[in-house]
């Protein structure tokens, strides 16, 4: 009975340390990276040659850590592909490889760096979270050797994979993340066997990772939020811009709204390439972003976070839209293209109005209030229901209103940056069959609109004032992941045609995420 009575007074006495240690809230930090790039090979490099390529970028990394420690950053976020770049095959990645062990190791990098054979690179990333006191997540290259007896083995003998680790504020590594959704180009790597759903605690919270194209997929995204209850996501990423509504900074601030978490986002920066878009993104609303297509410059962000985002009230998506009994447009509808999916449009034609548009099951309702009605630009209403099949195969539902690139109806869904008109109001709605739908606001010089919608109960985006700037888009993005299998005919012709379009004219690929 002593002895139970002792364990009881122990285990209280620890949690009242862990709480008494907790944090209500962090300094978070993400950095986008100006990467320097390897020269174009086809013939592997010598590691030492490979490591002098990672440490010029490792520089980079170092004054942003140190930066953001001095600061008073608990956590930093580096970008994916950040230390090395892209362009491989396997045999010339090889160089930059280690071999990166399971945490469960108990192993700091900074303390004994040959545990694992020649790590320099942990341990440098090791040596800068120690000596900073900051944890550290990056992006590096995992290597894992196989033989004969496991059948799925490659030809080279060995596993390689696109890998994220955190290390603590003392050094150890507490997480290694093997990607699971590979993006076209990414031959070089192989995936892992099973999803790996990778959680870590601290003081100032629980939190999951994942990479670049995973965000658009369930797993391991969706089951971190939904099932392992995590309160922030970090997210490295190497992620080239899609308008009209997968650039960086409009989709991740809405998964992060969408999922009720906080979202630390840090992409590459490489304009040439439409690389830029970092952030940090409370459920409620962006916290900080940069996106700069301007300059070649590197940018650290930070910003405050609760420790425990309070969550979001529950929406019924399809409450409000399906209440009301509303006439589609008929004869005023057309088709459009955005990232080669086939949209059914109508035109805004009016300064106030309320439209409907519907494809398959889903129909889109909105209501708005325009400042003026100009004559030199066009908005659209659009819905589409279906299979994406060209760099994925993933099923959406997107309620969408959007400007035109010009009043020819034929570039409605093409890239648009700039806008004049601004809306008085605007609520969008649409009889959604997901829970995942994530609302997007962006405004034109692609600048997010923080504090001036929300998304009520019954399932509307609304706008809260006049917009800020002019409208680009207002996008509610639903994914259906059961039916990521699904197929239809006459949109599978039409995608697969497209499919083999993008693969010839691989130099106007418009989405790249390695």
């Given at each position: 009975m002593k002895i139970a009575q002792l364990l009881i007074s122990m285990a209280v006495l620890v949690s009242c340390v862990l709480n008494a240690s907790s944090l209500d809230t962090f300094i978070a930090a993400v950095y986008e990276h100006a990467i320097t790039l390897p020269n174009a090979t086809l013939t592997p490099v010598s590691r030492e040659e490979a490591l002098v390529l990672m440490n010029r970028n490792?520089?980079?990394?170092?004054?942003?850590?140190?930066?953001?420690?001095?600061?008073?950053?608990?956590?930093?976020?580096t970008p994916e592909d950040a230390i090395y770049g892209w362009n491989f095959t396997r045999e010339t990645l090889y160089p930059y490889l280690e071999d990166i062990p399971d945490p469960q190791v108990n192993w700091i990098p900074c303390n004994d760096p040959n545990r694992f054979g020649h790590a320099?690179?942990?341990?440098?990333?090791?040596?800068?979270?120690?000596?900073?006191?900051?944890?550290?997540?990056?992006?590096?290259?995992?290597?894992k050797p196989c033989n004969t007896s496991d059948s799925e083995c490659p030809h080279d003998g060995r596993y390689q994979y696109n890998t994220d680790v955190v290390f603590d504020s003392q050094g150890q590594l507490v997480a290694r993340y093997h990607k699971q959704n590979l993006f076209m180009g990414e031959e070089q790597f192989n995936k892992p066997k099973e999803p790996e759903v990778v959680t870590f605690n601290t003081s100032f919270g629980r939190f999951g990772i994942f990479t670049c194209f995973d965000i658009l997929f369930h797993d391991p995204a969706v089951a971190l939020v939904k099932d392992f209850l995590v309160d922030t996501i970090l997210f490295p990423t190497a992620w080239m811009n899609v308008l009209p509504h997968l650039s960086a900074i409009e989709f991740h601030s809405a998964w992060a709204m969408?999922?009720?978490?906080?979202?630390?986002?840090?992409?590459?920066?490489?304009?040439?390439?439409?690389?830029?878009g970092s952030g940090i993104y409370a459920p409620g609303s962006p916290r900080v972003f940069h996106y700069d297509m301007k300059t070649e410059e590197g940018k650290l962000l930070l910003s405050q976070l609760d420790s425990h985002p309070p969550q979001p009230t529950a929406v019924n998506w399809t409450s409000y839209a399906s209440s009301i009994d509303a006439v589609t447009m008929g004869n005023q509808e057309f088709k459009g293209i955005i990232f080669f999916d086939e949209f059914t449009?109508?035109?805004?034609?009016?300064?106030?109005?309320?439209?409907?548009v519907c494809q398959k099951d889903l129909c889109c309702h909105l209501s708005y209030e325009m400042s003026e009605k100009r004559s030199d630009e066009v908005y659209v209403l659009g819905a589409f229901d279906g299979l994406h099949t060209v760099e994925g195969?993933?099923?959406?539902?997107?309620?969408?209103?959007?400007?035109?690139k010009t009043t020819d109806l034929n570039t409605c869904g093409d890239s648009v940056e700039t806008a004049s008109t601004r809306f008085e109001m605007f609520s969008l709605s649409g009889t959604f069959r997901t829970q995942y739908v994530f609302p997007e606001v962006l405004l034109s010089e692609i600048q997010l609109a923080p504090g001036e919608f929300q998304v009520s109960s019954d399932g509307r985006l609304l706008s809260l004032k006049p917009t800020s700037r002019p409208l680009l888009t207002v996008t509610l993005f639903g994914r259906l992941y059961g039916k990521d299998g699904s197929s239809n005919a006459p949109s599978m012709l039409v995608a697969q045609t497209l499919q083999i379009m993008l693969i010839i004219a691989t130099s106007i690929v418009y989405f790249l995420c390695w």
């Open positions: 490792l520089d980079l990394l170092e004054v942003a850590i140190t930066s953001a420690a001095k600061q008073g950053a608990h956590i930093i976020v320099p690179v942990q341990e440098r990333l090791s040596c800068l979270a120690k000596s900073n006191s900051i944890y550290v997540v990056a992006n590096i290259g995992d290597k969408g999922m009720g978490v906080n979202f630390l986002a840090s992409n590459i920066h490489y304009p040439s390439k439409k690389m830029t449009f109508v035109k805004l034609t009016e300064v106030t109005g309320n439209y409907t195969h993933y099923y959406l539902q997107i309620c969408t209103l959007l400007k035109c």
